[in-house]
Structures are given as structure tokens and as C-alpha cells.
């Protein structure tokens, strides 16, 4: 196991920079994910790492040693890559084995160690068949047997389960969760699924166009977001974005006029906080008014249920809000190119999240309760969310809704 320090590390292609000055400290044994959208530099930074890529500025310390000139094989890292790689002459067991073959480990070590590499995996059974003969899971997991075979100080994983469908991809998850824990080895994984990032990691480092935006427990980043990326790229279904504007009796918007609690005072009142705000809150900031007592007049609205999906313990209701409810920022246009998103222009959806027992219908009209104390604002020219102030990294909280009680 191994601490894992990035110090200034930058990265450029001549005139491109596509790391920019990462100062990062991953503990002995942590679990940290990189992911951002394609171009963002995760797997540039991981390669660094590896040593797969040459550091142009700023330095790499493995267990406080300088590693910028020594060699991938030096570094005692193990990578895993989307792509299996497996030897298909080989059965799993030579798989498995062959780093140990490589560095002459007697065969007697070596089928030790496989044995129980592939007990830990759920591998035995499969030891003398091809890769050819596993499904795609059961191949990741021998690429992984592989890796932790060596016993190295850090394992590196490059968008391992990318190539598996989606119920595999959910099982792989828990594997490779459960194995860290157990192993305890230092771990950098790379992603572009945030669902994959939020139900991983230790700490979170979110990127974009070669710049950390912001690091984290997963809980932390989705409920404390620095920045529009962060809000818009974390959360899933994501946050809704509306235009918002400060005025003496509040804060207008779509929803209503918004009644200034003292956070939200706090957040407009400094001397450079633009009129027109974007206002952020998640889908399951609402709930059906009707099932929250004493709901306050101004945390509801009403509106026509555009599209209504049942998924047995939640309900998702959109609400088509016309142009008004298009909330414009450089930050969230980047956003939209980001998700592929780009060409849905002129209307607005917003999506709320309720309970089960909603009599919402389709074509009919519902009033929506929001809980205002989920709101976030957020500046528009630079996206900074005004509603967070600079926070200390926290261990995660515990995932769950945010309450439902006004």
C-alpha cells in the first residue's frame, strides 16, 4: 500500500495543457475516483501516475519517493484497463499467475497465490478454462485477479467495467468495492458514470478541460457543490437549473416568489452578487403538496404534468416550463455539450421526485411543494455557487433524501 502525491502536476501536448496543476494527496489505502466527461484529463492524470505518460511540470511522490523518471515497471503499480487483455492461448490459472512467471517466482508460490487470488474472486471453478469460455464479467475479474496477484503498493483502474452491460456493470461494482475493502490497497479508478464515482469512492476529484473542479466524500460534492459543473455533473436525474431574480421580496422565479430565509439573504447580500441568479434544487428537493402537512403557500407551485414516470417506491413527474423557465450560463451550455444535451433548446423541463402514494395524472394539474432550504444559487457569468461557502473536506455523510418537513 502506498500515499500517492501529485504536486503541481501539469500536463501539456505542445501549446495544449491537458492536466493543469493537480495537487492531490491520496492516503495509504483510500479509494479515490477521477471522473469527468470525455477530454477532461482523468485518464492523462492516471497515466501520470502509471508513468504511461511523462510529467511536463510538478512532481509525483509513491510512498514520499520522486517517481517522475522511473519507469512503469518501477513503480509497483498494477493497471486494469476497460480491455481485458488476457492471454486467449492461456487458461485463467496462467492468467492469473503469469506477472508471478515473469518475475520468476517458483510454481509452487505461484499456485498458492492463484489459488487464493481466485477464491477471493469467485474464480475456482473456472481455473483451467480459456478466456473464451467466461462471460464478460467473469473476464474482468481474472484481468483483476491478475493485478492483485503481485501484490502491488496502488492498484490503477482506467474505465474497467465500461465494456460490461449494465447489469454487470452493477455487480462489478460491488466486487471491486468489496476487494478494496478487503485488500486495503491505495486505489486510483478513472470514470465518466457518475453513478459508478458516487457509489465507489472513498473521495471524489471531479474534472474538467484538464482542471480539478472540486474533490470530495461523494456525499459532500452533491450536496455541497462549488460550482454549476459540479451540481449539473453530480446527481442523477440532475439538478434542476432556473432563472431566479433578487428582489426586496425575495427571490422570483418559475416557481413563485421565493420569501429570503437568512441563508438565502446570506448568499445575495454580498457586493457583488448580480440581480439575475441561477437557481439550482435536485428532484427530490419536491414532494406532492398534498403530502406534506401545513405546506406554506409560498414553497408551492402548480403546474401540468408533462410526463409522469411510476417506478414503484418513487414517482418522477416533469413539468414542461415553456421559455421561462430557460436559465442561461456559458457554464451550463459547457454543461449541456458535456451530457450531449445540447440540442434541446426552447422549452424547459423540471423533475421532481415523489412519493409513491402521489395522485399525480398525466395532462392534469399538481400542486408541488419544494423545500427551500435545498435551494443553491449560483452566479451566472462565473458559476461560483454563492449558497456554499469554502469547506473543508468532511468524511461522507450518510446518502439519503434530504428531509420533506417545510
Known amino acids: ?25 491520496i492516503a495509504d489505502g483510500e479509494f479515490v475516483i477521477l471522473v469527468g466527461p470525455s477530454g477532461s484529463g482523468k485518464s492523462t492524470l492516471l497515466n501520470m501516475i502509471a508513468g504511461l505518460e511523462e510529467i511536463t511540470e510538478g512532481e509525483l511522490r509513491i510512498d514520499g519517493e520522486r517517481m517522475n523518471e522511473r519507469a512503469p515497471r518501477d513503480r509497483d503499480i498494477a493497471m486494469i484497463f476497460q480491455s481485458y487483455a488476457l492471454y486467449p492461448h492461456m487458461t485463467v490459472r496462467q492468467n492469473i499467475g503469469f506477472p508471478l512467471k515473469l518475475a520468476k517466482v517458483d510454481k509452487p508460490t505461484i499456485n498458492e497465490k492463484v489459488e487464493r487470488v481466485a477464491a477471493l474472486l469467485g474464480l475456482t471453478p473456472y481455473l483451467d478454462r480459456k478466456p473464451s469460455q467466461l462471460s464478460g464479467g467473469q473476464r474482468q475479474r481474472v484481468a483483476m485477479g491478475r493485478a492483485i496477484v ?27 468495492s468489496r476487494l478494496q475493502k478487503e485488500l486495503g490497497t491505495t486505489t486510483v479508478y478513472v470514470t465518466h458514470d457518475q453513478v459508478e464515482a458516487m457509489t465507489l469512492g472513498d473521495r471524489i476529484v471531479i474534472m474538467r478541460d484538464g482542471v480539478v473542479q472540486q474533490v470530495g466524500p461523494p456525499q459532500d460534492l452533491y450536496d455541497h457543490p462549488r460550482n454549476l459543473f459540479v451540481a449539473g455533473f453530480i446527481g442523477s436525474p440532475p439538478m434542476n437549473f432556473l432563472p431566479a431574480k433578487i428582489t426586496p421580496d425575495g427571490l422570483r422565479s418559475p416557481l413563485g416568489t421565493i420569501p429570503p430565509s437568512d441563508r438565502l439573504r446570506r448568499a445575495t447580500s ?8 441561477i437557481l439550482g434544487i435536485r428532484p427530490e428537493a419536491f414532494e406532492d403538496a398534498e403530502l406534506v402537512p401545513d405546506a406554506d403557500p409560498s414553497t408551492t407551485f402548480t403546474g401540468t404534468v ?44 423540471i423533475t421532481t421526485r415523489l412519493d409513491p402514494r402521489s395522485t399525480a395524472t398525466e395532462g392534469r ?25 469554502p469547506r473543508p473536506e468532511t468524511p461522507s455523510a450518510d446518502h439519503g433524501r434530504p428531509s420533506r418537513s417545510p
Not at 454580498?270 to 441568479?277: K, L, S
Not at 443553491?376 to 449558497?387: Q, V
Open 365 to 389: 394539474p399538481l400542486k408541488v411543494w419544494f423545500n427551500p432550504s435545498a435551494i443553491h444559487l449560483f452566479d451566472p457569468a462565473s458559476g461560483i455557487n454563492l449558497t456554499e461557502q
Open 270 to 277: 454580498g457586493p457583488n452578487t448580480p440581480d439575475e441568479v
Open 306 to 349: 408533462d410526463i409522469l414516470e411510476s417506478l414503484g417506491a418513487e414517482k418522477y413527474a416533469f413539468f414542461d416550463l415553456g421559455t421561462e423557465g430557460m436559465a442561461r450560463s456559458e457554464h451550463l451550455e459547457a454543461l449541456a455539450r458535456d451530457r450531449g444535451t445540447q440540442d434541446m433548446t426552447g422549452t424547459v423541463q
Open 150 to 176: 503481485r501484490n502491488p503498493k496502488a492498484f490503477l483502474m482506467d474505465e474497467p467495467l465500461s465494456n460490461l452491460d449494465a447489469k454487470l456493470r452493477v455487480q462489478m461494482r460491488t466486487t471491486i
Open 1 to 25: 500500500m502506498a500515499e500517492i502525491v501529485l504536486d503541481h502536476v501539469t500536463k501539456r501536448f505542445g501549446d495544449t495543457v491537458a492536466v493543469a496543476d493537480v495537487n492531490l494527496t
